[in-house]
């Protein structure tokens, strides 16, 4: 029932301007289903809507998708703005940071899917990566380098 909902939202917000909580409440009433402004609100979050401006001035919602090419760029941006060193063990990649940006370069790295990174530990301000070889870890150091 929720992912029909939000489905007809998505149909509602594209083809309608609807600006407001009881608006989308209505036409989703008026589209046959049984809801409240709380079910609404609650969608509108989980949907990550946004209002954006009209020209006449007016608000909408919209859809707000992130494409995978913008999340790369951010990860990307998160992972040079904390760098500052690597160096390796064997087949341990160990990253320094700014510190107190650890956890969230080690976050970016999850995301960016290296398949050689097996998993990060992410302290303060070291990153320790297990990397599956030590071949791998020369050429996930390359890569990162490339980055920053």
Sequence with gaps: MKEKRQEKILELITGKEIGTQEELTYELEQAGFAVTQATVSRDIREMKLTKVAMSDGKLRYVAYRETAQNLSQKYIRIFRDGFLS???????????????MAMAVAAALDHMEF???VGSIAGDDTIMCAVRSVEDTAKIMERLGELV
């Design 86 to 100: 690597m160096d390796s063990a064997q087949n341990i990649l160990v990253i320094k940071t700014v510190s107190g």
């Design 115 to 117: 398949p050689e990174i």
